[in-house]
């Protein structure tokens, strides 16, 4: 337990270890099984993709489990596995982050950060410098040193940081710099190993600014995204597989944007390679956890138990009793399908629904019920005094 203030040579200051703090910590970290955790995950809302679900309740399960050994078992890092990263792939809108943020930062109570990767740039470069990704952790552990380096990185957007498709760069042959997507891959090598990182203690490009050293031996690091067109890279390569002159009959490659991944496909390090990563990036995550397209009966219990409750909430507030018929919800379930944006797409199609509903409320205030409904193919809002 350590930390080192380079520019300025400070030993007291940000971060200032406490070692009996930290250990009490430790101690109170939640002792949940894999499979609490899982039903944990449920009641804070989260709905479907039982398998993920499973593989992520496990991974909390032994991150918590390892910290434990280390600071209070005092068995040497040497004898246990090594900190585990998980690659998330799924279409928009299926709950990856969500799962990630809920998982970590509600149930487990650790220091977590979500941050949209495609805002970072190659060292040297206009934009976010990787390293303070580590900054933005230690906001997050309230400035303290040890506990950011037990915390969590999530990278969202992260199939948006793909490179160009260049083999000669993949053969390592390439010595031009891409700074919005190779170049970042090439920054995030060192992260995700075991490394000793050097992190400015602020969000500045001032050269002046304090700095200090963390350990990613013990922050797992989670990357999500949708990877889109991935489904027709591993089609290509199934075609290219299949021998004789009636392969480019083969099945017909997916054009839908909501597609399901199977196991099988994402153990193909070279479908990555081909998408535009680097093949040594994808090695550093230990498990790629494919997480399926949400069908309609997930989405319907999705808006009615997160969404719909909010809004019956946020109506009774103001003294008003919001019926919903079912017409409405099919309709916004629908639409969430046609769009293929999962559940991200139900919150702005309901919120609409109810505009006209949240006026007359807010505008009248001796309205005590209302009611929205769909029939003769228009959407009708029915209040009563």
Do not use: W
């Not at 797992?220 to 591993?234: E, I």
């Not at 040594?280 to 309609?296: G, Y």
């Amino acid at each position: 337990m350590r930390e080192a203030f380079l520019d300025l040579g400070l030993e007291q200051g940000l971060g200032s270890f406490d070692e009996r703090s930290f250990i009490e910590y430790i101690e109170e970290l939640p002792t949940l099984t894999p499979r609490e955790i899982c039903e944990q995950l449920e009641e804070h809302g989260y709905v479907g993709q039982d398998e993920p679900r499973r593989s992520m309740s496990l991974m909390a399960f032994r991150h918590i489990q390892r910290l434990r050994n280390i600071h209070l078992r005092q068995v040497p890092v040497e004898e246990l596995p090594p900190k585990s990263n998980h690659l998330l792939v799924g279409p928009t809108g299926c709950g990856k982050t969500f799962m990630i943020e809920t998982l970590f930062r509600h149930i487990l109570n650790i220091p977590t950060v979500l941050v949209d990767i495609t805002t970072y740039s190659e060292t040297g470069y206009v934009g976010q410098d990787v390293s303070s990704i580590l900054t933005r952790l230690l906001y997050a552990a309230d400035g303290d040193v040890s506990r950011a380096e037990m915390g969590i990185v999530c990278l969202d957007e992260f199939d948006k940081i793909a490179s160009g498709q260049n083999n000669a760069v993949f053969a390592g042959a390439g010595t031009t710099k891409d700074i919005s997507g190779l170049g970042v891959q090439r920054e995030l090598l060192k992260l995700l190993e075991s490394a000793t990182v050097t992190v400015p203690t602020e969000f500045s490009h001032s050269s002046y600014q304090q700095h200090l050293l963390m350990s990613t031996a013990n922050i797992p690091f989670v990357a999500c995204g949708a990877f889109s067109g991935l489904k027709l890279v591993t089609h290509l390569f199934n075609k290219e597989a299949s021998i004789g002159f009636h392969a480019q009959n083969s099945a017909k490659a997916p054009r839908e944007i909501a597609v399901s991944y199977d196991q099988k496909e994402m153990d193909q390090t070279r479908h990555f390679q081909q998408y535009g990563f680097l093949p040594e990036l994808i090695a550093r995550f230990d498990r790629i956890v494919p997480f399926q397209a949400l069908s309609e009966e997930t989405l319907m219990m999705i808006l009615k138990r997160n969404l719909l409750t909010s809004y019956k909430r946020e109506f009774e507030l103001a003294n008003v009793h919001l019926v919903v018929d079912k017409s409405v919800l099919d309709r916004v379930v629908g639409h969430a399908l046609k769009r293929e944006t999962g559940a991200r797409g139900l919150r702005s199609t309901l919120a609409y629904l109810l505009e006209d509903a949240a006026y007359e409320i807010y505008s009248e205030p001796d309205i005590e019920r209302v009611e929205v409904a769909f029939y003769d193919g228009k959407l009708h809002v029915n209040v009563d005094g």
